[in-house]
């Protein structure tokens, strides 16, 4: 097998195809399986797929780009295989081969080209942000979230200012961590950013925010564009010192693509090393804030939150318990389990954008499970996830608070005050 195939991922091998043994057991966990029942759409038929492509005895025909397409790149078949197959890094190969050898419709191209332009630049996505904050300035937002289904996606819009770029920790100093605060994330999810200082100061930590940073690269790799991710991680590198003992992201698809920068540069002599020592220092933050003595909070109930679990955090950091202890800490949070709570909700980077059909499908069925349970709030540790939760939540015209786990911890914290 020659290792310049692009079907073979740089650290994976024709091994990790093989290793898959048909068993199906992967099958129930797809959520492009449940909803469509084609084997095709299964992690079973992409790995077989996979291997058509990658023995040449299939091509790279329009159907077989739109089974892989539609992967959510969710991971949930990894957890679920028994046999250890890595799913994410075929599935992220097979997207390098299908951008450099498959010719997409212009219309398909401009829409994933606009994404790469926008999504990783906070400025410009500002700038394209200002109508619509005009707007909520003025009230007038919550009608054209009625009649523009887009702009039901966006949470408020109100403020877009970042923490300072060193928060002291309150007291006496444990650690300096340093906080990513993402590109999307710092335009639309600004105050989970401002929460997540509030509360690590107040736990002993100096959170500095560097201003160097950029894009994590998870959107670049999603789409296939390798080399854009490998560029983003050395900018991030570079960025955060390392005086900072842990770097501690809110948006789990960042920490999951931020957790492989070892993987993606091992290939770089002169950042394998960096990257190693970097991908060993970040932490998502409720794994962090669980490792913590916490301050206790005060009392902010009764409020019934469910938990949503973010695939880039349960499949890919395998962080489960920590969100759901710390909601737990929280007196007055009555945490009831989620049904299918880790299954895909549809978000999956840009995927609601490139894939709005089956985004939808699995939105509806993330807001009827999130229904059964009555909660009054969810918490989802990923900004994607918020997003696509909310609007699903409008559509189905439910309440939805929707709220990162930091935010509820920084709410009690703050009415205590
Ligand atoms: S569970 Fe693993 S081995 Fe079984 S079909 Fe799925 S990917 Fe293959
Ligand atoms: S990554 Fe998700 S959508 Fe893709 S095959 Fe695996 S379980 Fe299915």
Known sequence: MSAANPFVHPQSSMVNILDCVHCGLC?????TYLELGTETDSPRGRIYLMRGLEE????????VVRHLDLCLGCRACETACPSGVRYGELIESARVAVESQHQRSPSDRFKRRMIELVFPRPAVLRTFLWPLRL????????????????????PPLRSWSQ??????AHGRETQRVGLLSGCVAQVLFAETNRATARVLARNGCTVVTPRQQGCCGALYLHAGNREAARACARRNIDAFGADLQTIVVTAAGCGAAMKEYAALLADDPA??????????????????????????PPDIGPMRVTYHDACHLAHGQGVREAPRRLLRRIPGVELVELPESDL????????NLTEPEMARRLGERKAENIAATAAHCVAAANPGCALQIRAALLRAGMSADVRHPVELLDLAYRRAE
């Open 344 to 351: 895909c909700c549809g978000s999956a980077g840009s995927y």
């Open 56 to 63: 040449k005895s299939i091509s790279l025909s329009p159907d």
């Open 163 to 168: 923490p300072a770029r060193i928060v002291a």
């Open 27 to 31: 099958l129930s966990a797809c959520p």
């Open 271 to 296: 950042y394998a090393e960096r990257a190693q020592g970097f991908a060993q220092r970040v932490r998502d933050v409720t794994e962090l804030l669980d490792a913590l003595p916490l301050q206790p």
């Open 135 to 154: 707007l909520e300035l003025l009230g007038i937002l919550p009608w054209v979230r009625r009649i523009v289904p887009l702009a039901r996606l966006l």
